[in-house]
T-cell receptor
Framework: RKEVEQDPGPFNVPEGATVAFNCTYSNSASQSFFWYRQDCRKEPKLLMSVYSSGNEDGRFTAQLNRASQYISLLIRDSKLSDSATYLC??????????FGKGTTLSVSS | EPEVTQTPSHQVTQMGQEVILRCVPI?????FYWYRQILGQKVEFLVS????????KSEIFDDQFSVERPDGSNFTLKIRSTKLEDSAMYFC?????????????????FGPGTRLTVL
């Protein structure tokens, strides 16, 4: 059973587009939720935490629906530099982060 | 900005050999982790370490693996007898788990990784 599922993509969008990524998680006891970004052959880097009330950081908006066990990330006004793999990450009881396989975004000019 | 560092960046070894991967976590962090990522696959949790002992480990972290904090700055992962399937990128991470900040999230900061190739 997959613990964190994401659409692998790739999502190919033009600059300026709005793109949305979705993620579901299987463990209802999960406590914290994150979106990480990973560039090719690099380490994951935290993009933003995700809260039940929804949160926004510039062009990025994250939403969490605990009842549906669903997490989303919206990127507005896509930039070339947004091209990367976006990882949905869930922390269960304890400290381990459980990663999804990632959704690949390619932004073109 | 403080960062997690890892050495070496790339390690090539023969099957059956022992390897030690080294990490220097962020200096005031209290929790340390190892993750691995096989090429083309997802990042997988191996082990977490706090107060000089393992606090959590995954099924992957079997008897072939061990971790150690030999001094006040380094955190190491040892693989005793490497297998071909151990070839992966190994990431070290650290966090303060909100102990040192007002944040409650377990924000983990990742090092650049060590690419392990087992031949």
């Amino acid at each position: 059973r997959k613990e964190v599922e994401q659409d692998p993509g790739p999502f190919n969008v033009p600059e300026g587009a709005t793109v949305a990524f979705n993620c579901t998680y299987s463990n209802s006891a999960s406590q914290s939720f994150f979106w990480y970004r990973q560039d090719c052959r690099k380490e994951p880097k935290l993009l933003m935490s995700v809260y039940s009330s929804g949160n926004e950081d510039g062009r990025f908006t994250a939403q969490l629906n605990r009842a549906s066990q669903y997490i989303s990330l919206l990127i507005r006004d896509s930039k070339l530099s947004d091209s990367a793999t976006y990882l949905c990450v869930v922390e269960q009881a304890g400290t381990a982060l459980i990663f999804g396989k990632g959704t690949t975004l390619s932004v073109s000019s | 900005e403080p960062e997690v560092t890892q050495t070496p960046s790339h390690q090539v070894t023969q099957m059956g050999q022992e390897v030690i991967l080294r990490c220097v976590p962020i200096s005031n962090h209290l929790y340390f982790y190892w993750y691995r990522q096989i090429l083309g696959q997802k990042v997988e949790f191996l082990v977490s370490f706090y107060n000089n002992e393992i606090s959590e480990k995954s099924e992957i972290f079997d008897d072939q693996f061990s971790v150690e904090r030999p001094d006040g700055s380094n955190f190491t992962l040892k693989i005793r007898s490497t297998k071909l399937e151990d070839s992966a990128m190994y990431f070290c991470a650290s966090s303060d788990l909100g102990q040192l900040t007002t944040k409650s999230d377990n924000e983990q900061f990742f090092g650049p990784g060590t690419r392990l190739t087992v031949l």
